[in-house]
């Protein structure tokens, strides 16, 4: 199996166990477009994801966390969904701060 091929399985395991029970229970799916030699990841989400005005949201909250973790990776987007660099940083720091009232 070629690196990237690793990457992508990896990233697939990933959207399996942390993120597709999530986008599934909204009637929605995620799956991988492509992974680059350089570990660019492009997504596609499905069904109600696929139009969601949340898309971005669940991109940077429940998405990128998961596929960032995957060695190899640089960089994560789905295809659709824009979103700036400043929200995604937003999102990620009300998570940490409302990750402890749980």
Request: glycine share 10%; net charge positive; hydrophobic share 40%.
């Amino acid at each position: 199996m070629t690196e990237v091929g690793a990457t992508e399985g990896a990233v697939r395991a990933a959207l399996d166990e942390h993120v597709r029970r999530f986008v599934q229970a909204h009637a929605g799916d995620v799956d991988v477009v492509s992974v680059s030699q350089d570990g660019d990841v492009r997504l596609r989400f499905y069904g109600a994801c696929n139009a969601c005005p949340a898309a971005g949201t669940t991109l940077s909250g429940v998405v990128l966390p998961a596929v960032e973790r995957v060695p190899g990776v640089r960089s994560v987007q789905a295809e659709g969904v824009n979103i700036s660099a400043a929200a995604i940083e937003r999102i990620r720091r009300l998570r940490e701060t409302t990750r402890g009232r749980r």
